[in-house]
């Protein structure tokens, strides 16, 4: 089985999924959602976080604003307890 990278982050899930780390889906718990993407190996995934947190991660901002639409949309999502990928 791959190894997953969770987050509860709406936007950093957003960056996630526009710098191009696959995304798996999405768990609920109760109220909180769980964005689920696979792991990229502890030194990619450390970049990507430095890069987004640094504010100088460098993504299409269209395609930023349209995953944050997407990401929205699976935290209103009541069909189940994994959400799936898009």
């Not at 191009?20 to 109760?30: H, I, K, L, N």
């Not at 689920?36 to 990507?48: A, N, P, Y």
């Not at 349209?66 to 189940?80: E, S, V």
Request: aromatic share 12%; hydrophobic share 40%.
């Amino acid at each position: 089985m791959e190894a997953v990278y969770k987050t509860t982050d709406l936007y950093y899930a957003a960056y996630l999924k526009v710098a191009g780390v696959p995304f798996r889906g999405a768990e609920r718990d109760g109220g909180r959602i769980t964005f689920l993407f696979e792991d990229q190996g502890q030194l990619v995934m450390r970049d990507l976080r430095n890069a987004y947190f640094t504010d100088t991660a460098k993504v299409a901002p269209l395609m930023f604003v349209q995953a944050i639409k997407t990401m929205k949309a699976l935290t209103f999502n009541d069909r189940g307890e994994r959400l799936p990928s898009t």
